[in-house]
């Protein structure tokens, strides 16, 4: 299977704005998801698509793509925002297999 | 609203097998495939799997397809994940989410708790 590749670690004071990116061929057929993921808790769908974000999530959360490359930006980071995130896509060759990137962790 | 419910946390031996059980409610069963994701300690996630949970057809990652079985019990609202000859690597987290497609893709909108697998003589 194909890889999702993301920068592993990435550090951002309080109120900045900060972009996690995920590179995959597979992106160039098929829209990433992002999930964030915290200590002890189940993955929280945070965007997805090419402007969705699901309901209850802030609005300092966007995403965006071009080429091979998908962005999770949060503008206005706030503290609660720690924690790993992670992208995923279908495999656009076979619409069977799915595959998730390498994670980031986001330190504030 | 819609949850996904796990069964609890198993300890096995090497060479054992391991069911893990994802209850689902909220929603109509038969209408989103159930997926199972994996993620060992300290390690990314990895996709396992998935069921149609309308014709209990599955499709495996290549790595696990000797391995692993998925399967759902419709008239319980549940899908299973079997893992058969447990090794030490298999230690992990082990996750099912509902799918959804539609206009904007494909995503996992709803996840389980997760349900802790070690293995461990």
């Known amino acids: 299977s194909s890889e999702l590749t993301q920068d592993p670690g990435l550090s951002v004071a309080l109120g900045r704005t900060v972009r996690i990116t995920c590179q995959g061929d597979s992106l160039r057929g098929s829209f990433a998801s992002w999930y964030q993921v915290k200590a002890g808790q189940a993955p929280l769908l945070v965007f997805h698509g090419q402007g969705n974000r699901p309901s209850g999530i802030p609005d300092r959360f966007s995403g965006s793509s071009a080429g091979n490359a998908a962005y999770l930006t949060i503008t206005g980071v706030r503290a609660e925002d720690e924690g790993d995130y992670y992208c995923a896509c279908q495999e656009p060759n076979d619409n069977i297999h799915f595959v998730f990137g390498s994670g980031t962790r986001l330190t504030v | 609203q819609v949850l996904l419910v796990q069964s609890g946390a198993e300890v096995k031996k090497p060479g054992a097998s391991a069911r893990v059980s994802c209850r689902a409610s909220?929603?109509?069963?038969?209408?989103?495939?159930i997926h199972w994701v994996r993620q060992a300690p300290g390690q990314g996630f990895e996709w396992m799997g998935w069921i149609n949970t309308l014709n209990g057809r599955a499709k495996y990652e290549q790595k696990f397809q000797d391995r692993v079985s998925i399967s759902a019990d419709t008239p319980a609202t549940t899908a299973h994940m079997d893992l058969s000859d447990l090794r030490s690597e298999d230690t992990a987290v082990y996750y099912c989410a509902r799918l959804v497609l539609d206009g904007s893709g494909s995503y996992f909108d709803s996840w389980g708790q997760g349900c802790l697998v070690t293995v461990s003589s």
């Open positions: 909220g929603y109509t069963f038969t209408h989103y495939t």
